[in-house]
């Protein structure tokens, strides 16, 4: 069988941040770059099929409704928004709490919302950021937060509304960020009177990882943001959460985004149908993480090494010992079968399993890392 694959956006790397057509041609191909890539399974396209369906413009599309009801219950908020992808939940978050000209956000470093969403908070937003560094533990230091508010008492300074966490971190390898972390932030947001919204993207691989359920993870956020279409393997679709009044701000802004959708009962099936499976599914998904990065260290290369302590949940950082990741994951590709994976940073490769990675792709993974 040959497989052609057009890559889609590489949304992680900034060694080489857009692979526009790549094309790859093996017999087999075994897909790692990201958990982005999954298709929607025959079962999946079945419920899209026979979703009954409404105008969402005008609040009738009962599909989505009834995954809005779930998805506030899931995580334990008043109401529920339905929205196109994670970058559109993220900047419907900025703006419904950072309704007032001159506001900041502070945001980590390594944040997606900050490297990898175009600045969509200042492009659209119109809001500033202060950003700060994100710990190997995916946390921004509490006292470097306390240092970092601003409280708008002097005029000459933007007045700090928001916090942006990210959990996992992506760019920290998946790391889970616990809820005694989220409680000290709400201590410090009472204190200060700023917001706190989750980047939840992989919030389900989180709550798995840490053995919590996903509204207890929240709890002390004021918004969440999770995506369908990463580790639960929807096509596509994200869900913002918060109290209603939040929702219904975001409800306005998503229509001036151009984000007011018809018929998206369609995607809200899949979404929904992804949101059930979910635990189950990220639950196969770090197991595989774990038993990949085991046998690549036991080929105990001089070239590379997985840091087992960040491995966490879905996400392995494989670390190289050169500054060759574009080369070597060229090489991965090249191979046959090919393994598709990401250069994270001239140091780093990073490979994420999902719902489309079979026990035997692991293999064929470990085999081509050997060959390296
Ligand atoms: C942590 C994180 N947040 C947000 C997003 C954005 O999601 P989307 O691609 O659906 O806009 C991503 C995408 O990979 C992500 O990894």
């Known amino acids: 069988m040959s497989a052609i694959l057009r890559a889609a956006v590489n949304e992680v790397t900034h060694v080489r941040q857009y692979q526009p057509g790549r094309v790859v041609s ?44 779930k998805c506030a219950e899931y995580f334990g908020k008043e109401s529920a928004l339905f929205v196109l992808s994670g970058s559109m939940g993220n900047l419907l978050a900025v703006m419904s709490h950072c309704g007032m000209r001159g506001s900041e956000m502070i945001v980590g470093q390594q944040a997606h919302m900050h490297r990898w969403e175009q600045g969509g908070y200042a492009q659209l937003a119109g809001v500033s950021a202060t950003t ?24 000459h300074q933007p007045t700090t509304q928001l916090l942006c966490l990210e959990n996992t971190h992506n760019y920290r390898g998946g790391v889970a960020i616990t809820i005694d972390y989220m409680q000290k932030v709400r201590t410090l947001a009472d204190k200060y009177g700023f917001r ?37 393997g929807a096509p596509m679709g994200s869900i913002l959460c918060g109290d209603k009044a939040f929702i219904e701000r975001a409800r306005r802004s998503r229509k001036a985004v151009g984000g007011g959708w018809r018929q998206a009962g369609i995607l809200a099936a899949a979404a929904s149908m992804a949101l ?67 250069p994270f940073d001239a140091d780093r490769i990073r490979l994420v399993t999902h719902c489309d990675i079979q026990d035997s792709d692991i293999d064929v993974v470990v085999n081509a890392f050997a060959k390296l």
């Open 132 to 155: 700060l560094v994100n710990e190997p533990d995916g946390t921004i230091a509490l006292d470097a937060i306390e240092t970092a508010v601003r409280d708008g008492t002097d005029f």
């Open 276 to 342: 059930e499976n979910g635990v189950h599914t990220v639950t196969r998904d770090h197991a595989n993480a774990v038993r990949l990065a085991t046998e690549l260290n036991r080929l105990a290369s001089d070239k590379f090494l997985v840091n087992m302590n960040t491995l966490q949940t879905n996400i392995i950082m494989v670390q190289l010992r050169s500054n060759d990741a574009a080369v070597l994951c060229e090489k991965l590709g090249a191979m046959d079968p090919a393994v598709l994976c990401s």
């Open 26 to 69: 093996a017999s087999k191909v075994v897909d790692m770059r990201s958990d982005t890539v999954t298709r929607p399974s025959p079962a999946m396209r079945k419920v899209m099929a026979e979703a009954v369906v409404g105008d969402d413009v005008y609040g009738e599309d009962v599909t989505v409704n009834e995954l809005e009801r």
């Open 196 to 232: 706190v919204h989750i980047d939840g993207a992989r919030l389900i691989n989180a709550a798995v990882a840490l053995g919590v359920s996903a509204d207890k993870l929240v709890a002390d956020a004021d918004s969440v943001q999770m995506c369908f279409s990463k580790g639960l």
